[in-house]
């Protein structure tokens, strides 16, 4: 005839067993000493109908207590010699995570796309549409319309290739592969009022014997903007930003003349390089990226000549703009580090993959 | 093309007294728009080199070819060297070197990398040479290594040779709008204007024209356009022989070599003042005249650089009465060339047009740095004013070197160039509408006058005439660069635009474009960008019979290399190329190219239409090449290249709808074109073995193309899909069909014969073999249906499929298992 007590009792050794039990074999026996059909706890339970009335309902409250508590612990216990299990196994799974991955197939993009990208992008902040034009072009948009008429000067500085046509050509009117992106200015302006802002990318040739920084096709852009009120200040002020974009930073801006006969007055912009600071040298020597001169040269730029307003129809005394421009690909060997312009054009993968 | 001149410092200081280091003066010239390329020292590297005099000179005791001389270099500095020279004479100045100077190895071979040497004391033929004396090669000062540099008497002995010899030469890169600073006066006049320093006033006495005498010279001009002024000197009792030392020093630091004393000065006169000159002994001059006409058809001429020309009717040319004398500023020729035995000198200082002797110098080749010095400074415009001034200081300088007597001069000038000098009318607040920078008024007139101007000021108004030389300053916005440059571009502040912003247009195609190059890159593939201009040997190269895929390109007259000379009318043959040199050293490429082709017009501009190209080869895992231990991995199969169709369908929403056609090019069985308007649009496929095999490439090459903006124009209307609310339900269908029956037969009649409610197809297998018999296959599909009323039922499906099976029976001749 067991008690409340004998119970208490029954629950300490219970549990202690549950407790002790090493595995998943030894719980079950525990169970089944306990729980089973002629477990001990049963039997105490089935002992309830020979108590007094009185007794019957505290002792019977006391065993099922009893009965719930050793089953948590039993699943508890079950819960512990599993995952100690569980562990045991992991601890014999070690992978070589050195071994060498699957590997993906990645696509990229050309860095030339991705600098044309990111020209247009930041030139589209200051308000700048992204226009394209002809790579083939007549001598008129080429250079007449840009002050550079036969025999001036400046076209020996564009080592021109000229262009035959297979269906016969007009003598009068050569036709050209475009020397720079400037013959886009001329058509912009023919078809659109100001205010303009424009940016052109795209292929340029020139006769040019290639080397590390020359190639006979190559990539530039051009920037474009007519309005009432645009100074050399203006221009300044967008190529600033165009170079905090582009090369981050707080940057030292070198503004000095230079010669377009397209513009008037011409400029040449330059920052204190972005990777010697504008000191020239690195911790390995004089700067590669800036030829250790401490400024990397951005773009040629000038005031739109009145000569040129005037040929599309513009007053002068009304309209004034701005054009800059520079090579992507030497952006791009910039941004990249890229030390020779001809591995543009390899379309060598072992480039590209990580360019 | 920038020219490059070479300007002596010292030349410089002799017109403007400025004490600025050659660093601070090369970079105020770089900071207000004159580039120097390069800051050249002279005789930096002479350390322990003196002025020395040959005190005297003994035989060597123990050789015949070698001389012991006694050098004195200053007050009791004393030594004896061994020289094997020959030119050397008792009291000579020469270069002395003393032991630990630096020289140049005048044994090392000529031609090659200049070899610097440290001298040391040594014994020749067992006598102590103490130091030697040296050529002008051992100094770096030119080739000459024939004898000791004999130095000029009058230099004080015992002095650096540094301080007496020693020059610094600025490099220039000119642009063609400066051609006043093509002169060292006009370099000058640079200086003068950014130090604030008086330019020199030059001693030169003037000479009075229209003092000749017809009968021994007369001048006529013909094309008063192509030739708007021509001054002659007519000089008699010349002594041809060689210039004075300083002159001759003077012409090798600017890089020209002397000849005599009177093609010298016309030198010395070209880089003092930019004006080049010509000189012809006048007695070869028949009808005593020269005369600056168009050349006629057949004539000829022998000119200086020993060629025989046949000249283009219509070139300028110098002439006498009866035949051409010269290339008009660009080339003189050899029938009238000064000779040692000339006595009597006609000298030219003349104004050309500049495009006609631009375009005449290219044309023969002659403008290039190698070419026409004359001709490379005529193709500017050289101020009309400077003949007569060039003219004066050349006589001026054979009066005094050559004992010239000057007997007249002449000074043809039909349209009166030497009276126009355009001014320029402006308004102080243009200097505010350019630069967008306030200056005041008064340092805006400063600076103009500090350049030389001369400036008129009536209230707000600024009429300012340039100096005579400055040929480039013809409306405000130049003037306005005159101020910005001596101010500094500096002063320019740094804004942001203000105004209103454009409207900007929309770039459908472009944006198209740009959208697949994206997709591309997602679909793991590589951008390239290939050379526009190619070989037109690889069009005949890409069928395997050599039938061109695309039309006759436009090519380039002039082109740089073959490989380069045609514009390309195809991507295909770049992409080939580049897959070809990859495949070298990798198992597999995934390659794309987006640019435009360049299509021949009728009349006008050619069509540059963008197209883009995929390739797929070899293996199309990114394995490197031996990694297997995963599994040999994939090769490329037609499946991935319709793949990569697939996705840009979806993404793009290209709908490749059309009569499909085999791709040119291409596998006839494994490809598919689909043409629109009579053009190919779009098209894939397995690459032409043959064509493979001929580009090195592997049997699995695969490709597709297509127009940019025909597959844009055809792009269908597209729109989010929302998820949804009732649950789909399937069947499984296997039909046995003729082998020549389509998958995509199949699909088109079951879409047709369930308008509604079908969602997907998918091919679960696709079987030949002895379960189905020969000449037979097995399609089974799995339809997915879905209704967006409610849950299908068994009945729904039931009825779906009984409709799908009678339409293949009764289409396909199918048998439903
Ligand atoms: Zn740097």
Redesign the pocket.
């Known amino acids: 005839m067991a008690n409340v007590t004998d119970l208490m009792i029954m629950r300490e050794q219970a549990l202690a067993a549950v407790q002790g039990a090493p595995d998943v074999a030894e719980l079950e026996a525990v169970r089944v000493r306990w729980l089973g059909r002629s477990g001990l706890l049963t039997a105490a339970l089935r002992s309830v109908a020979a108590l007094p009335i009185e007794e019957r309902r505290a002792f019977g409250a006391a065993a099922n207590q009893v009965k719930a508590d050793l089953e948590l612990a039993l699943d508890q216990g079950s819960a512990r010699v599993r995952g100690a299990a569980t562990l045991a196994q992991f601890a014999s799974e070690q992978a070589d995570l050195s071994l060498p991955p699957r590997r993906l197939r990645l696509g990229r993009l050309h860095p030339i796309s991705r600098t044309i990208r990111e020209v247009s992008r930041i030139l589209a902040t200051m308000g700048f549409e992204t226009v394209e034009g002809p790579e083939v072009e007549s001598d008129y948009y080429n250079f007449e319309a840009l002050n550079i008429p036969r025999g001036h000067p400046a076209r020996d500085k564009f080592n021109t290739l000229w262009v035959s046509d297979p269906l016969g050509d007009d003598p009068e009117r050569p036709v050209l592969l475009r020397t720079h992106t400037s013959p886009m200015q001329i058509r912009v302006m023919e078809s659109r009022r100001p205010p303009i802002r424009v940016c052109v990318p795209g292929r340029c040739y020139r006769f040019e014997a290639t080397d590390a920084t020359h190639e006979s096709v190559f990539f530039q852009y051009e920037g474009l903007a007519i309005d009432e009120q645009l100074s050399m200040a203006d221009l300044k002020g967008v190529l600033y930003s165009f170079a905090r974009q582009l090369f981050g930073g707080e940057r030292k801006v070198k503004f000095r003349p230079d010669y377009f006969p397209f513009t008037e007055p011409s400029a040449e912009i330059a920052f204190d390089?972005f990777?010697?600071?504008?000191?020239?040298r690195?911790n390995s020597g004089a700067?590669?990226?800036?030829?250790?001169?401490?400024w990397?040269e951005a773009a040629g730029c000038g005031m739109v000549h009145p000569a040129a307003l005037r040929r599309v129809g513009y007053d002068p005394e009304r309209h004034q703009g701005f054009a800059f421009g520079g090579g992507i690909e030497r952006l791009a060997m910039l941004l990249t580090g890229t030390p020779d312009i001809r591995l543009f054009q390899t379309n060598d993968l072992r480039f590209l993959e990580t360019a | 093309m920038r020219v490059l001149i070479k300007v002596p410092l010292s030349w410089v200081r002799e017109h403007v007294d400025v004490t600025a280091t050659a660093a601070e003066l090369a970079q105020a010239l770089h900071m207000s728009g004159t580039e120097v390329a390069r800051v050249e020292h002279v005789g930096d590297a002479w350390e322990q080199v003196w002025v020395g005099r040959i005190a005297a000179l003994a035989p060597h005791p123990n050789a015949d070819k070698l001389t012991l001389a006694t050098v004195e270099y200053g007050a009791g500095r004393v030594k004896t060297v061994v020289t094997g020279a020959t030119n050397l004479t008792v009291g000579a100045v020469v270069p002395y070197a003393a032991s630990g100077a630096r020289l140049r190895d005048g044994h090392a071979p000529a031609g090659g990398e200049p070899v610097w040497i440290t001298l040391e004391p040594r014994k020749l033929r067992g006598v102590q040479s103490e130091g030697m004396v040296c050529s002008a090669l051992e100094l770096g000062l030119g080739a000459d290594h024939d004898g000791i540099l004999v130095l000029d008497p009058g230099l004080p002995v015992g002095a650096p040779l540094a301080d007496v010899l020693g020059e610094t030469i600025l490099h220039l890169e000119l642009q063609p709008n400066r051609p006043d600073c093509l002169g060292v006066r006009g370099i000058a006049g640079e200086v003068s204007a950014l130090y604030r320093l008086p330019l020199r006033a030059t001693a030169l006495e003037p000479i009075s024209f229209g003092t000749l005498d017809p009968s021994l010279l007369s001048v006529r001009i013909e094309d008063a356009a192509a030739c708007p002024r021509f001054t002659a000197a007519y000089l008699e009792d010349v002594r041809i022989g060689p210039s004075p030392r300083w002159l001759q020093e003077r012409l090798t630091a600017a890089g020209m070599r002397p000849i005599d004393i009177v093609v010298d000065v016309t030198n010395y006169v070209m880089l003092e003042l930019g004006q080049p000159l010509h000189a012809y002994d006048a007695t070869k001059l028949r009808g005593r005249m020269l005369v600056a006409r168009r050349a006629q058809s057949g004539e000829t001429l022998r000119t200086l650089d020993d060629a025989e020309r046949t000249l283009d009717p219509g070139v300028l040319v110098i002439a006498d009465a009866e035949r051409p004398l010269g290339l008009a500023g660009i080339l003189g020729g050899e029938d009238s060339e000064i000779v040692p035995t000339t006595t009597t000198v006609a000298l030219e200082a003349a104004s050309f047009e500049p495009r006609g002797i631009g375009t005449t110098a290219a044309a023969l080749g002659l403008q290039s740095s190698s070419g026409s010095a004359a001709a490379r400074r005529f193709a500017w415009s050289l101020s009309t004013a400077l003949p007569p001034v060039a003219l004066a200081r050349a006589v001026g300088l054979l009066r005094e070197h050559a004992g010239a007597r000057l007997v007249g001069a002449i000074d043809v000038d039909p349209s009166g160039a030497s009276e126009r000098r355009a001014a320029v009318t402006l308004r102080f607040s243009d200097v505010l509408r350019v630069l967008g920078v306030a200056i005041p008024d008064a340092e805006i007139t400063d600076a103009l006058l500090r350049l030389g101007f001369t400036v008129l000021v009536s209230g707000e108004r600024l009429t300012v005439t340039a100096p005579a030389i400055r040929t480039d300053i013809a409306i405000a916005e130049d003037v306005v660069e005159e101020v910005a440059r001596i101010v500094g571009y500096d002063r320019i502040p740094t804004r942001s635009p203000s105004g209103t912003l454009p409207v900007h247009e929309a770039h459908p195609v472009e944006e198209f474009r740009e959208r697949a190059r994206d997709v591309l890159v997602e679909c793991g593939l590589q951008e390239i960008v290939s050379a526009s201009l190619i070989d037109p040997a690889w069009l005949a190269l890409l069928t395997a019979d050599g039938t061109p895929i695309a039309p006759s390109p436009l090519v380039v007259r002039n082109p740089t290399s073959t490989d380069r000379s045609v514009l390309r009318t195809t991507l295909r043959a770049s992409i080939l190329d580049a897959a070809r040199r990859n495949l070298k050293h990798r198992p597999g490429v995934a390659l794309f190219e987006i640019a435009p082709i360049y299509l021949p017009r009728h009349g006008q501009l050619p069509d540059e239409r963008p197209m883009c190209a995929i390739l797929l080869a070899g293996a199309a895992g990114p394995v490197i090449a031996g990694e297997t231990y995963l599994g040999a991995g994939r090769a490329f199969d037609l499946h991935d290249i319709q793949g990569v169709l697939d996705a840009l369908g979806r993404t793009l929403r290209i709908s490749g709808q059309g009569e499909p056609e085999a791709g040119p090019g291409l596998h006839p069985g494994r490809s598919r074109a689909i043409r629109s308007d009579g053009r190919i649009v779009l098209l894939f496929g397995q690459l032409d073995p043959r064509v493979a095999l001929r580009w090195d490439l592997p049997e699995n090459t695969f490709l597709m193309e297509f127009d940019v903006r025909m597959v844009h124009a055809d792009v269908g209307a597209g729109g989010a899909a929302v998820p949804p609310r009732f649950p789909e339900a399937y069947r499984d269908v296997a039909c046995v069909v003729e082998d020549k029956i389509l998958y995509g037969d199949l699909v088109r009649e079951i879409r047709a014969s369930q308008k509604s409610g079908l969602e997907q197809v998918a091919l679960l297998d696709l079987y030949r073999g002895p379960q189905v018999g020969p000449g037979k296959k097995s399609f089974a599909v799995r339809l997915t249906f879905r209704s967006a009323e409610g849950t299908l039922t068994d009945a729904d499906l039931d009825r779906a499929l009984s409709r799908i099976a009678g339409r293949l029976r009764h289409a396909l001749g199918a048998e439903i298992r």
């Open positions: 390089c990777v010697c600071n504008g000191g020239g690195t700067c590669r990226t800036c030829g250790g001169s401490g990397i």
